[in-house]
């Protein structure tokens, strides 16, 4: 059992620490400020080839797979969430298609993404519809007009990056609405250019500012059967592609955890009170040594679950693994982030200093793509089922 990267990942590594500390630290706060969209964050990825780690050579990418994207998000994700989402919808998105898409569909739509010149959205969620996926209301209907096409109306929401996409993996119901069968949901690559497509209201967020969330409108938009994803009943390839995305919002967290405890020990080591530093009293250093084994252990599971994913292993049996990486890193990201508000004191929920960002940053983890309480369900299932088991 070797834990060291191997070579090309590690430099990877360390070739993303420095472009995150050069561009990304300087704009974390602004890019919070305002709200912008970070264009020049998104050409320096481009230009770094980062848009492509998940996407295989093939294809225009750099094939690191999961693994690879993980070490750059978490990178990223010391400094600022929002760059980090900018660097997972690259594969958030494009999952479905790497997973059941034809050579066609990965053809057309996936080299873009590598080079930067498409961006995608990922359309699963609605407002009766987020951890309930089978509630989903937007329909696809036989087109009267085109044999084996498909009409699409509803409303998706809470969508990243919906406003900058260039086209959406979207999931409809492909029979009655009601219908909570499994083979009763499809997925479709949407095109933001066709008739019907629209970007409704944009969300003002807590956190995570400067990649737009809100909601796509879809009014009878006709799609075509080629751009239909896999077989007709498409929750599996929705699970699926969730699964594989587990470690890559783990590594949000960790990179959050990281950034948090790092910038709060470098400030308790120069803050004076009582007449030594905050940091040579053992209840604060207790606290670090805490965060800092918690953080270890969330780096242990989301590697471990990374490598799973980039080996095919997103099924059903190990759900508990990946989930357990979710759960266990973004709850940690909740936990690092206060602990460093805390350390600061005062100062700490001041905007003079980053804490208050991650604090309000990291919540936003334990929501999307599964909720914690979702990430336990799975895995107690897997123990029950027997997925997850000693003997």
Aim: some cysteine.
């Amino acid at each position: 059992m070797d834990f060291d990267l191997a070579p090309e990942l590690e430099e990877l590594r360390q070739s993303v620490r420095r472009l995150a500390r050069d561009k990304v630290k300087p704009r974390a706060r602004e890019i919070d400020k305002t709200g912008e969209y970070p264009t020049d964050i998104f050409e320096a990825f481009r230009d770094a080839g980062l848009l492509g780690l998940c996407i295989p050579e093939a294809l225009g990418g750099s094939g690191a797979g999961i693994l690879g994207l993980a070490l750059a998000i978490e990178e990223v994700a010391k400094y600022s969430n929002t760059a980090a989402l900018m660097l997972l919808l690259t594969r958030l998105p494009t999952g479905p298609v790497l997973i059941a898409g034809t050579e066609d569909q990965k053809t057309k739509y996936l080299p873009g993404i590598a080079d930067g010149s498409y961006r995608a959205g990922f359309g699963l969620s609605e407002p009766q519809a987020g951890s309930d996926v089978m509630g989903m209301r937007t329909r696809a209907v036989p087109d009267p007009d085109h044999k084996d096409g498909w009409v699409l109306t509803g409303t998706k929401c809470w969508m990243s990056g919906v406003a900058q996409a260039d086209w959406y993996t979207v999931f409809a119901k492909t029979s009655e609405p009601t219908s909570r069968a499994h083979d009763s949901i499809t997925a479709f690559i949407v095109e933001r250019g066709w008739e019907g497509v629209s970007v409704g209201r944009l969300d003002h967020k807590m956190g995570v500012r400067g990649v737009d969330t809100g909601e796509l409108l879809l009014d009878g938009v006709k799609v075509p059967p080629e751009n239909v994803i896999g077989e007709v009943g498409g929750f599996r390839l929705a699970m699926l592609g969730l699964n594989a995305m587990r470690p890559i919002v783990a590594a949000r967290g960790i990179g959050l955890a990281e950034g948090a405890l790092m910038y709060a020990t470098e400030y308790v080591k120069q803050r004076q009170a009582f007449g030594k530093t905050i940091a040579d009293f053992q209840g604060i250093q207790w606290e670090i040594a805490k965060c800092a084994v918690d953080i270890e252990a969330a780096r242990l599971l989301t590697y471990r679950s990374a490598v799973m994913a980039d080996q095919g292993k997103f099924t059903k049996e190990y759900v508990p693994y990946l989930s357990m990486a979710k759960y266990h890193a973004t709850e940690l990201a909740v936990r690092a982030s206060g602990l460093a508000v805390q350390l600061l004191g005062a100062a700490g929920y001041m905007e003079d200093h980053p804490t208050e960002q991650w604090y309000r940053d990291a919540k936003q983890l334990t929501i999307v793509e599964g909720t914690s309480q979702v990430q336990l369900g799975l895995i107690s299932r897997g123990v029950l089922d027997g997925d997850l088991w000693w003997d």
